[in-house]
């Protein structure tokens, strides 16, 4: 299956997707079911011939989307870039789309390289759900305080320990400090978008601060009530970690 | 099954849904897959206990969606119409919703005293396709220019014979004379929006209009050639019939 050229240098390329998750167990290959790399990995086979080793710009939770997910793969094959983007959009199932595809430099890494990723939650905040949503917002029924909501998100901007934001999961190990460089919480009509940007993610940290958010909605949490949260480092403070449909990672920047 | 009450005078109901038709066979019961009448039936017989012979305000094709579709029904049960609604919304599966439910004359007929009605059909435009839309628009590659198409389709506005634009069907006998009140197509970004506004359509009529402004725009059919192809009163002279996934029955008036 190895497809054999003059050289054996391999190409590096930069593949920028968008697929709607919720027929996708998340991006990373697994045995549970099936997942968006999974179906990438066939269609680049397909279409080269050849196995490559695709590096992915973070995990994505089962059900959770991406506007914008980056892959970043080596090949031997001299196919053009523009070219691989069209057969690609031809091999994809129809809820995976290739944005973009373009040669890179040969240490670029998807993941590595990534200097902050944006993830934005999506709530549908009406007493009567939208039947084309289903599966693309968290459902909400009573009425959100968006201006609330976004005052006391304000406390996870900064570079803080989010231990208390991470689900226990022996994958997550060392560091748990982020440098969150935004939040915002924003109402168009019904739906209520929650946008926060950090240099990198613990695991499930964006739905354990929107489930936080949502409690302080509640009445659970105190307003003011996140910096001690995260100072405690203790999971078991934060609210619940929300539902993954509501999450999509919206941008990567390099 | 019948609900007995004191006196045997029957309530009429006009409920307003929204459905995404992606998994129907359009509106009305059939043979050959589940539809939203069927889904519909069942939830209100699982609140009302009792069979209701639902008046559908039109047929409406497989895969389909219904940003409003409105149906009235005649109960005999004592349920307050907010109840109502609330109950049909957790009977009903995630991809219909009940958005109303009001009581009516008793002579209203969903079908027969509706003025008119809207529909709107949507075209993602673009070389790349949106993964959440798949089913929801029809994917059209080549750009279309609007302003040529909207001007070509003022001339379906009027009391026109509409037979070339309506599929051979035993069930369209007699009157093939409609009046559209208006055609808009409107750009915003990739997606491009086609409006009309008529007091009925012929069976598949909307996407028959569609697909022969798709081949206006493809230059397979002149750009002043709609008055001549409704003057054909013959189906062979317009344009193909668009994809069901990108039309939504948007308003009912009565």
């Known amino acids: 299956m190895q497809h054999i050229s003059g050289d054996n240098h391999l190409r590096n ?3 920028t997707i968008s697929y709607d998750g919720k027929n996708y167990h998340g991006w ?6 099936v997942t968006v790399q999974e179906v990438f990995q066939n269609a680049l086979n397909n279409i080269v011939g050849e ?7 973070s995990r994505t939770d089962s059900g959770v989307h991406a506007n ?10 001299p196919i053009e870039p523009l070219r691989l983007k069209a057969a690609l959009n031809r091999w994809l199932p129809m809820d995976v789309a290739c944005l973009d595809c373009k040669e890179v430099d040969d240490d670029f890494h998807a993941r590595y390289n990534c200097k ?24 909400y029924r009573y ?3 968006v201006e609330l909501l976004n005052k006391s998100a304000q406390d996870y901007v900064g570079k803080h320990d989010f231990t208390s934001f991470c689900t226990v999961d022996k994958r997550e190990t060392g560091d748990f400090v982020r440098d969150v460089k935004r939040f915002s919480v924003k109402r168009e009509g019904n739906l209520v978008t929650m946008t926060v940007e950090a240099n990198g993610f613990l695991y499930n940290m964006v739905r354990i601060m929107v489930g936080t958010l949502l409690e302080i909605q509640q009445g659970k949490i105190m307003p003011d009530g996140i910096a001690e949260i995260i100072n405690k480092r203790d999971r078991s403070y934060a ?14 920047n390099y």
Not at 28 to 33: A, C, H, T
Not at 51 to 57: E, I, R, T, V, Y
Not at 68 to 77: D, E, F, T, V
Request: glycine content about 8%; charged content about 15%; hydrophobic content about 35%.
């Open 13 to 15: 390329l930069l593949v």
């Open 28 to 33: 990373q290959i697994q045995k549970n079911g």
């Open 51 to 57: 196995f490559s080793d695709l590096k992915g710009c």
């Open 68 to 77: 914008m997910y980056c892959i970043s793969l080596k090949i031997n094959h």
């Open 116 to 139: 902050s990723k944006e993830y934005i939650y999506k709530i549908w905040n009406s007493e009567t759900r939208n039947p084309f949503l289903n599966g693309y917002v968290l459902n």
């Open 143 to 145: 009425p959100i305080d």
């Open 239 to 252: 609210g619940a970690t929300a539902q993954p449909c509501g999450l999509y990672l919206n941008k990567v």
